[in-house]
């Protein structure tokens, strides 16, 4: 029925705990065709893959290290990072309903718990290994961080990796879309949008993106044709329900970014 990309939003995060490897290797099991991931930066300048700025909603950094309140990631080094469990929140929480479902074995859930916060090299070493795709979103850095060369480090190791082709690097903050692109025009860029714009075909045209990824609920159809002819693609997130997929499966768009990328691939053939 279909042809768009199925990209999987922090991973197959219905499956196994958001932004970590278990959920890059649940995506690729259920035949994603690329997956999706969160930067965050550390106190000591390291790049890991997370998507909240504290780490409290999916690590036991609460517990492990009491009073350091509100635990933001650029307080923690990575070293202390890597100590912590980002796993069991979701064995506890069934964010999804998929353990109730009967989804993930009780020896996927298993495993799940000490599942480490990976760095960003490890996912992108992950990608490379396995002749996959990735979207990087590069989060809109807190005022602390402002500063910090992010998309210079985000670059230095695509390049060390020798993986730019296979990476559509996405942001809310677009001036790190303008600074990537000066840095390496060849680097495939995406907007991400998450209100209504007065006219979105010409923000991502001056971007010189060669995607737009907007919220699910602020394009229309006739938005998804405009593009398309512009030769830009449109990735719409986060898309969970069949019947929407299958509406914007028609309306052509390029690809869907889904928490369930296993629903999404029964639609293909």
Known sequence: MTNVLNIAHRG???????NT??????????????????VGVTADGELIVIHDDSLVRTTDAKSRFPGRDPWHIFDFTLAEIKTLDAGSFFVETDPFGQIAAGAVSPAAQA??????????????????????????EIKTLPPALASFPVVEKV??????????????????????????????????????????????????????????????????PEQIGQF?????????????DEAEMKALIQAGVTGLITDFPQRLKTLEG
Request: charged share 20%.
């Open 155 to 220: 670059l230095d190791l695509l390049n060390r990796l020798d993986l730019v082709e296979p990476v559509l690097l996405s942001s809310f903050f677009h001036p790190f879309l303008q600074q990537a692109k000066k840095l390496n025009p060849a680097l495939a860029t995406a907007a991400l949008l998450y209100r209504p714009h007065p006219d979105p075909l010409k923000l991502v045209t001056e971007l010189d993106c060669q995607a737009f990824h907007p919220y699910n609920e602020i394009i229309t």
């Open 12 to 18: 197959a995060r219905s499956l196994a705990p958001e």
């Open 21 to 38: 490897l278990a959920a890059a290797r649940a995506a690729l099991d259920q035949g994603a065709d690329m997956w999706e991931l969160d």
């Open 228 to 240: 398309r002819l512009a030769g830009i693609d449109v990735n719409v997130w986060t898309v969970n």
């Open 111 to 136: 495993a799940m718990r000490g599942e480490p916060v990976p760095t960003l090299e490890e996912a992108l070493r992950f990608t490379k290994d396995h002749q996959w795709r990735v979207n990087v």
